[in-house]
């Protein structure tokens, strides 16, 4: 039983973590697209993005599918129909994290084809997503 309780701990902290990526990464992207490509603001943002993503975000994404996996199997979620939700939604929040490297590889290149309020629109995706996963998680509805 204490095992499970740290698995939880870490899976929660995993996951506030990448949260916090996913938020925040399009954020930047919405201040990237105003900069000049060659500017030294959007080095600058080239930067901040590249760091967010291999540092923060990609391992917090790792712990959190691997601890949310072992939870499952050591609680014998695996055959209840809210989790196969959540699994479905964190699978299209994984989706979206690997369109926003390919996003930030764009950037990175001086190739960006989308406007900041493109960028700001992509921003709420994440929060609906975490919103239906904790609903899932709490409510337990099927």
């Known amino acids: 039983m204490q095992s499970f309780l740290w698995i939880k701990v870490l899976h929660i902290v995993a996951m506030v973590a990448w949260m916090a990526g996913m938020l925040y990464l399009p954020r930047l992207f919405v201040y990237h697209a105003g900069a000049a490509t ?3 603001q959007a080095r600058t943002f080239v930067v901040m993005e590249r760091r967010l993503m291999r540092m923060i975000m990609l ?7 691997a601890s949310g996996l072992a939870l499952a199997v050591q609680a014998g ?15 299209v929040l994984t989706a979206l994290h690997g369109y926003f490297g390919r996003v930030r590889k764009d950037f990175a290149q001086g190739e960006n084809h989308r406007s900041a309020t493109f ?3 992509a921003n709420e995706i994440p929060t609906l997503l975490l919103v239906g996963i904790v609903i899932l998680v709490v409510v337990k509805p099927f």
């Open 119 to 121: 960028y700001r629109i």
């Open 38 to 40: 060659d500017s030294d």
């Open 59 to 65: 391992p917090a994404l790792l712990v959190t599918w």
């Open 77 to 91: 979620f695996l055959g209840q129909g809210w989790l196969h939700g959540k699994l479905l939604l964190v699978m």
